[in-house]
Every structure is written in C-alpha cells, then in structure tokens.
C-alpha cells in the first residue's frame, strides 16, 4: 500500500514551465520505480517519465528533451519539472508508484493534478 498526492498543476501559456510533485507515504527507496502519466479527455492514460530507484529514467517521445524527472528520496518526492510547454500537453497528470518492478497488482496511483497549457 502506497498512498501518493500530486501537486503543482495549473494554467499556463505556451512555452512556459511548471513543476509538479508527487509525495510517498512511504519511503521511495523501497519502490522499484516512480513515474508519471498523462490523459486527456477522449485518450488513453499515455506514460510522460518513469524513474527507478537506481536512478535509470525513460521518457516518452513525446517530452524528451522537455520534461526533467528526479527524486529525493529524504523527502518521499518525486519531481517533473515540465518547460517549453504545448497545447498538446494539456491532460490531468498522474504519479504512479511501480513497487516490485513486475507484478502490476502491486502499482498504486495518485488522484491527478490537472496541467492546462493555453494563451
């Protein structure tokens, strides 16, 4: 059992940048892997970034070279920080806590922060 609040979400103007946080009600060192995850109205929930507690991150095609994720394990926090924003990424963001790293029984999710990216 893992329980996860995002925060940091809003409106903001194309190119801009916002930084959302995502805190563990446990320990995220004992987590194989935190990520984050995206849907828009009418799409499928899309994987943004994943990290795993080795440190080893993935992004989608989508948001590389965009979109930055870290943690700090002291604080149970997961980070991604989003620049250059598009319209395209507008959705509601989910954390995603990927506890064994296999068995999908065990992945727990956050209740989403929604990013709007508008002029």
């Known amino acids: 059992q893992v329980q996860l609040v995002e925060s940091g979400g809003g409106l903001v103007q194309p190119g801009g940048s916002l930084r959302l946080s995502c805190a563990a009600s446990r320990s995220i060192f004992s987590i194989y892997a935190m990520g984050w995850y995206r849907q828009a109205p009418g799409k499928q929930r899309e994987l943004v970034a994943t990290?795993?507690?080795?440190?080893?991150?993935n992004y989608a095609d989508s948001v590389k070279g965009r979109f930055t994720i870290s943690r700090d394990n002291a604080k149970n926090t997961v980070y991604l920080q989003m620049g250059s924003l598009k319209p395209e990424d507008t959705a509601v963001y989910y954390c995603?806590?990927?506890?064994?790293?296999?068995?999908?029984?065990?992945?727990?999710w956050g209740q989403g922060t929604q990013v709007t990216v508008s002029s």
């Open positions: 995603n806590a990927d506890v064994t790293g296999w068995n999908t029984d065990y992945d727990y």
């Open positions: 990290i795993t507690r080795g440190g080893v991150t």
